[in-house]
C-alpha cells in the first residue's frame, strides 16, 4: 500500500502534514498506523483533537497559530483502547454520542453529546495513586461549541460497531499452529537426529545388598545408555548405536508443509516458496490480483474514513464546510506493479515534450512504472538534477573562437 505515498490534497491541512498529530507524526507514519492496526483487529478509533484554552500561547494570533502549534490534530486509538461506546438518534441519523477511551494505564476520557454540545471529561491519577482528579473541556470552534463527537469507528464492517473479525484473523491462527509444530520439529532434531551411544551388558547391576539398581536414560548424543540383561535378538554385548530412523520428524515436515500452504492460501506469501516455473505476466498479474482483492477493498474503506476525518479538521481549521470538498485523501491500490515497457517510457517523453505532462508528472510516472526508486522523492530527484546541472564543467573556446589557425 505505501509504495507510493498517500496522497492529501488540502489547501487548509496540507500546511500541517507533517506534523498532524500531538507527537508531530507526519500524515504518511499516521496512516501507516492506521492500516497496521485495522489489518490486524477491524477496530480502530480515529479523530480529531484540539488543545485545551489551559494550553494556549499568551501571544496567540490567525498567524502564528500553526507555528505555534495550537490548532487540531489527529489522534487514533487501537482496539485495546476503546472501552465503551453508545449511539443515539440526532437530526434522523443514528450517531455515536457516548465514548470511552483510555488514555494510558491511569487516564481515560469520556466523550459525550451533553444537550447537543460536545463535552470531554478527562479523569486522571496522579503517580498512579490515589482517586482520579477529573476535569471537563468544551471544545470550541471560533468561541462555539461542537454539535457532534469528532470520532470515527475504522472497520471494514461499516454496518456493525462491534469487533468483527479481521483480515488476518486466519492468517494468524494458522501461524500460530506452524509456530508450535515448527518448535515440536526442532526439539525433534535436537534429542534424535544425533546416534545415540549404547553399551549392552549381560550383567545385572545391583546395590551392595544385592537389590537391583534403576537406570536413568538421559537421551542425546552426549551420553551413553548401559544396558544390563540379555540383548535382544541379534545384539551382542558391547558398544553399539542406535539410528534415529526418522518417521515421526517426517511427519512432522509434512504437516508443517500443509500449514504453509494453507497460509499461501489465506494471503500469506511469507514462508511461501515461489514457483520454479516461470509465469507470464498476465496470468501473474491476474492471480496477484485475485489475492489482493481484500487488501485493495479495506484500502479503500481506510482512505474513506480518513478522508472524512482529515475534513473535519479542515473545517476546524477555518474551511467553510464539515464535508470539506476541497480536503480529499487517497491511498495506492496498484499493488501490483508492472515496469512500464521502453516504448511506453518513450511515449511519456513525447507527452513532456508536447507540454502535456509536467516534469514532476512525468518523474511520478516513471516511478510508479519501475524505472525509479520507489522511495525517491521529486523534491530530492530534483535537487540531485539540478546539482549536477551545476557542476558540469564549461564548455572549452572551439579553435576559430581562440583565432587558432
Same mark, same amino acid.
Given at each position: ?35 497496521s492496526e485495522t489489518l ?81 471529561t478527562i479523569y486522571e ?72 551411544? %549404547?553399551?549392552?551388558? $549381560? /550383567?545385572?547391576?545391583?546395590?551392595? !545388598?544385592?537389590?537391583? @539398581?534403576? &537406570?536413568?536414560?538421559? #537421551? *542425546? ?80 474503506s481506510v482512505a474513506k ?27 495506492? %491500490?496498484?499493488?501490483? $506493479? /508492472?515496469?512500464?515497457?521502453?516504448? !511506453?517510457?518513450?511515449? @511519456?517523453? &513525447?507527452?513532456?515534450? #508536447? *507540454? ?50
Amino acid at each position: 500500500m505505501f509504495q507510493e505515498d498517500p496522497v492529501l490534497v488540502s489547501p487548509t491541512v496540507s500546511v500541517i502534514k507533517d506534523s498532524i498529530t500531538y507527537d508531530m507524526e507526519s500524515i504518511e507514519l499516521y496512516s501507516e498506523k492506521l492500516i497496521s492496526e485495522t489489518l490486524q483487529t477491524n477496530y480502530t478509533m480515529i479523530g480529531v483533537d484540539a488543545p485545551s484554552e489551559a494550553d494556549k500561547p499568551a501571544n496567540l494570533n490567525g498567524a502564528n497559530a500553526i507555528d505555534l502549534g495550537y490548532h487540531p490534530f489527529l489522534v487514533l486509538y487501537p482496539f485495546e483502547a476503546i472501552l465503551d461506546h453508545r449511539v443515539g438518534r440526532v437530526g434522523g441519523k443514528q450517531v455515536f454520542n457516548y465514548m470511552k477511551l483510555s488514555d494510558g494505564e491511569n487516564a481515560y476520557r469520556e466523550l459525550q453529546l451533553l444537550n447537543g454540545i460536545y463535552t470531554v471529561t478527562i479523569y486522571e491519577r496522579e503517580d498512579g495513586k490515589g482517586e482520579y482528579k477529573v476535569r471537563t473541556v468544551v471544545p470550541t470552534r471560533d468561541g462555539k461549541p461542537l454539535d457532534f463527537i469528532p470520532f470515527k469507528l475504522v472497520t471494514t464492517k461499516k454496518k456493525d460497531r462491534w469487533p468483527s473479525k479481521s483480515l488476518l484473523d486466519d492468517v494468524v491462527n494458522v501461524n500460530c499452529n506452524h509456530y508450535i509444530l515448527e518448535g515440536d520439529h526442532a526439539s525433534a532434531l535436537f534429542n534424535c537426529a544425533g546416534p545415540q551411544k %549404547v553399551v549392552v551388558n $549381560p /550383567a545385572q547391576r545391583k546395590d551392595e !545388598e544385592g537389590n537391583p @539398581i534403576p &537406570n536413568i536414560y538421559p #537421551a *542425546g548424543s552426549d551420553h551413553i545408555w548401559e544396558i544390563h540383561g540379555a540383548g535382544g535378538e541379534g545384539q551382542q554385548a558391547g558398544v553399539h548405536f542406535l539410528e534415529f530412523s526418522g518417521t515421526s520428524v517426517v511427519a512432522i515436515r509434512e504437516q508443517l508443509k500443509e500449514l504453509k500452504s494453507q497460509m499461501s492460501a489465506l494471503g500469506s506469501r511469507i514462508l511461501q516458496d515461489e514457483k520454479a516455473a516461470p509465469e507470464a505476466a498476465e496470468a501473474l498479474a491476474i492471480r496477484r490480483t485475485s489475492e489482493n482483492a481484500a487488501i485493495v477493498t479495506l484500502t479503500n474503506s481506510v482512505a474513506k474514513d480518513m478522508e472524512e476525518v482529515l475534513r473535519w479538521l479542515s473545517w476546524w481549521m477555518g474551511a467553510a464546510s464539515k464535508n470539506d470538498p476541497e480536503t480529499r485523501f487517497t491511498l495506492n %491500490v496498484d499493488l501490483v $506493479p /508492472a515496469k512500464l515497457t521502453p516504448q !511506453e517510457v518513450t511515449e @511519456i517523453r &513525447n507527452l513532456k515534450a #508536447a *507540454g502535456l505532462y509536467t516534469e514532476k508528472e512525468a518523474f511520478y510516472a516513471l516511478r510508479a512504472g519501475g524505472w525509479q526508486d520507489d522511495t525517491l522523492k521529486w523534491e530530492a530527484h530534483k535537487a540531485e538534477i539540478d546539482a549536477e546541472v551545476i557542476d558540469l564543467p564549461l564548455a572549452l573556446p572551439s579553435t576559430s573562437d581562440t583565432g587558432a589557425e
